[in-house]
């Protein structure tokens, strides 16, 4: 997947080219006309959202849509005719001299159809005029179900009018079928070009927290070290962090989604940091946990050496083929027996795992799937047989096990709010895997050469 770029003001259609996403796009559009066979396929992208008053959240696409277009302007829809003469078709704004010089440049639909590898494009208000005929005769209509209130009642619309016209011999579609499966399935695996970006994306990320490592000093606060983090995001041209950046030092780590980063940073205590950039749409996602003055304390090593030994052994279980499973019981195995050593638990470690004792200090899976979304699509059991789902060259899943203790009874009070969380993304390649985010130190010699190399406030 290219880049998304500015977009140029171009006033004569017939200088329009190709963009470098249209053909991947259009690729993929044409394997899901094949997978669907017959019917017509309606997709839209996000729509913009208020933040206050006259004042909008910065605009971001629908990823499926996006998938299937490349196509990054709020106000679109994806028409998509499978069958024996498919038909690729967009709607989207037209070209408005006053709305773009408040808002920015437009495609407009003929120079979207030929930059996006359109076969028809129109503009968006003709929509509900135009889709009773692309519906006319189709036996099914594949669209998002239950999307919202106002999507339901606009398809509702365009079906009503088809079948007003049932005495010319004009059929409505028979059924409505979720069109979101389907793509979840392509875009699980990635092609080329994404892994590219999010190469591109890990590499970002990673220096991002190299940096803000840098900037952790004690005596300083959480929300300093999140700047840090954005500064390298959007220096390095990432459009946006891919989730909310979470910083969180000392027992704040043993929030699973701290997101409020305002505490101060005190010597002696670990600082979690979950945080990674959007590059063109493609996410990052890295954890990283390390001393906030530099060097682990004996227990705060000891839990780390655990984590980060679980954390290995998942990554090794990563491979084509693999159970999706695998990794998590894998990390599994090898905490469980961490806490019993530690003193955390008591074993034997089989009991430990089978009863899931060692779920209070290790609540959350191992990993999900990364792409567009931080959490990207796609199934994790086999509908069919409910089996977990084999992993395949080209998915990326993020590998991140944690341990989180809390106060509490029985619990020894020298690992008392120490949290952890060590997490990297990985590839599934032809003959096992890639970790794409090794640029952030993790080991514990590591971490404490680069805390030393830091500048001293």
Known sequence: MSEVRPIDPVAVPGECVALPCAQPARARRERLAVRLREGVAVLATAPESVRNRDTHHPYRFDSHFFYLTGFAEPEAVLVLVAGATPRHILFCRPRDPDRELWDGRRHG??????????????????????????????????????????????????????????????RAPDLLAEIRGPIDEMRRIKDAGEIATMRRAAAISGRAHRRAMHAALPGRHEYEVEAELLHEFRRSGAQAPAYPSIVAAGANA???????????????????????????GYASDITRTFPIDGRFTGEQRALYECVLAAQAAAIAAVAPGASWQAP???????????????????????????????RRFYMHRTGHWLGLDVHDAGEYKDRESGDWVRLQPGNVTTVEPGCYVRPGE???????????????????????????????????ADIEAWMRERPRA
């Open 254 to 280: 043993c929030v699973l989604h701290y997101v409020e980063n305002d505490a101060a940073l005190r010597p002696g205590e670990l600082l979690l940091i979950d945080a990674g950039c959007e590059l063109d």
């Open 109 to 170: 639909p003929e120079a979207a159809r030929v930059r996006f590898g359109f076969d028809e494009a129109y503009p968006i208000d003709e929509l509900d005029a135009r889709m009773p005929d692309l519906l006319a005769d189709q036996p099914v209509l594949h669209c998002v179900l239950g999307e919202s209130a106002a999507w339901n009642q606009q398809v509702s619309g365009w079906l009503a009018a088809v079948r007003v016209r049932a005495r010319s011999g004009v």
């Open 410 to 444: 029985g619990v020894p009070e020298r690992f008392w709010n120490i949290g952890i969380r060590i997490e990297d993304d990985v590839l599934v390649t032809e003959d096992g895997c890639e970790v794409l985010t090794p640029d952030a130190p993790k080991a514990v």
């Open 328 to 358: 998590h019981d894998a990390a599994v195995a090898v905490l469980a027996r961490g806490f019993v050593d530690l003193g955390l638990l008591q074993g034997p470690v089989e009991r430990v795992i089978e009863s899931g004792d060692y």
